[in-house]
């Protein structure tokens, strides 16, 4: 009994699970993975320990310039700057009367809100390119600071 207890434990370890939609290659921990390692559902962007040959992060941006040409009451133009980034890298604004003791971040829409999700990420052309975008929704006689974070390749800040 105990033979056989340990031949079936033995068959188990040595059985690698299958699945009709992954193929598990190891158990172990590696680097990273290899080179031209692919599926139809993944594929790998960069190589564990490999350096310079991929852009994965963002450039940080510059202060945007807040103006108010027109003189509004409620609402600012804002133009942000690429700090040389590719024309497919996103920007979120967030934006405080408080000195960032408070956050508040550009919508989508352009109005202020409290959360920031994937969708209020923007393009620089989006963002109104050089001539800005109006920004809704401020206080009067209250000045605003902001600032801007890049959003570029697979999810990197």
Known sequence: MKRSA???LSLFLWVLPASPNYKLFDYGFGSGGGANQSSSNYS???ISGQVGSLN???NVPDAPTL???SEFYNKLNITIDTAGNPADTKYAIAISDD???TTKYIKSDYFMGT??????YLTYSQWGSGSGTTIYGLKTSTTYKAKVKAFAGKFSE
């Not at 959360?115 to 209020?120: G, I, K, N, R």
């Open 56 to 58: 994965l992060t963002a």
């Open 67 to 69: 103006s108010n040409p």
């Open 99 to 101: 000195d960032f003791v």
């Open 6 to 8: 340990i031949s079936l």
């Open 115 to 120: 959360t920031l999700v994937l969708a209020d």
């Open 44 to 46: 790998l962007y960069g």
